[in-house]
C-alpha cells in the first residue's frame, strides 16, 4: 500500500509557526512516528508552498497511488485548480486540516477542494493524519 501526504504553504513552518493554532511539533518529527507505527505502508511525504508543484504531485501519484492525504493549507481556500487536479486523478484524496477550519474566520470555512475529497478531517491536530491513514486503510 502507498499513501502520499502532500502539505501544502507554511506547513513547512509546523512547529514554529502559531503554536498556538498548529502545536509545537515539525511536521517532519511526527511523520517519522508515522512511519514507525505504519511499517507496513509505503508512506512518503512532500511538502511545497508553490501551488503548481502541489498540482504536479497529485498527476504524479494520482494514477498509482492507493491514497492521497493533502493538506493544501490557504490554497484550500482559493484554488480552483488544486480542486481540478483532484477531481482528474483516480487515487482518492482525504483532506487534512490541523486546525478546525470552521471554528476559525469566516474566509476558512469555504474549502474548494474538500468536496471533491473522498472525505475531510479538521481539527484534531496532526492527529488528523493518522486518522487519515485509517480512513484510507478501511477502504
Ligand atoms: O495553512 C493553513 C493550515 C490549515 O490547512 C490547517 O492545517 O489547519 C488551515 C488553513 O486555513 C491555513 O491556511
Redesign the pocket.
Known sequence: MKIQIIN????NLLGIREPG??GNRSFEEYFKELQDRYKDIELTYFQSNVEGELINKLHEVGFSFDGIIL????Y??TSVAIADAISGINTPVVE??????YA?EEF?HVSLTGKNCKGVL?GFGLDGYRLAIESLLAG
Do not use: A, M, Q
Request: glycine share 20%; proline share 5%.
Open positions: 501544502g504553504p507554511n506547513l493554532v498548529y493538506n493544501g493549507g490557504g484550500t481556500h487534512v486540516h490541523v486546525s478546525n477550519i476559525r476558512r479538521t
